[in-house]
């Protein structure tokens, strides 16, 4: 494939992405997606809606999924560092409510694909994080889902030593979000 290197998780059909940059004393160059190189590598998807959102340290974004309409997202950093999060949500999976997580920064340009059928969020770690994501379907606020970010079940090892659990920044509706075991899903 040359331009992206993909490692394959422990979690099947998530895998992250490291682009291939080209940089000189004038800065940088990488391409973040290419359709027939993905397709090389046995990735075949559409994507049809990026998007992009800006928060500061201690924004907790999440665990977000969509009922009907799921989407696949590759999500990247462009500005800062967040710790982003997976959640297998498929019932028939050997992975199911696993979660994994990675570290994505602007500075290691690395990207998380994340299938249908799991939930996400992120934890922004830097002062200030631009994220950006390409996603397989269209977003419908009437089919939103959730989980609570802090499940004693699934058991999120967000790293909070910086930042402190008391510190967390969520948003109303990601405060309603209930228990893993009280999610019904039919994925």
Known sequence: ???????K???EDVFTVEPTVFGDERGYFME????NDFKEEGI????VQDNQSKSSKGVLRGLHFQYTQPQGKLVRVIKG???????DLRKKSKTYGKWIGEILSEENKKQLFIPKGFAHGFLVLSDEAEFVYK????YNGDDEGGIIWNDSDIAIDWPLDD?????ILLSEKDKLFKSFKETETDF
């Open 44 to 47: 075949d998807l559409t994507f």
């Open 32 to 35: 973040t997606y290419n359709e």
């Open 9 to 11: 998780s422990e979690i």
């Open 1 to 7: 494939m040359g331009k992206f290197k993909i490692i």
């Open 135 to 138: 996603c397989t379907d269209f």
């Open 81 to 87: 560092e967040v710790f982003d999060v997976a959640v």
């Open 163 to 167: 930042i402190g659990e008391e510190n």
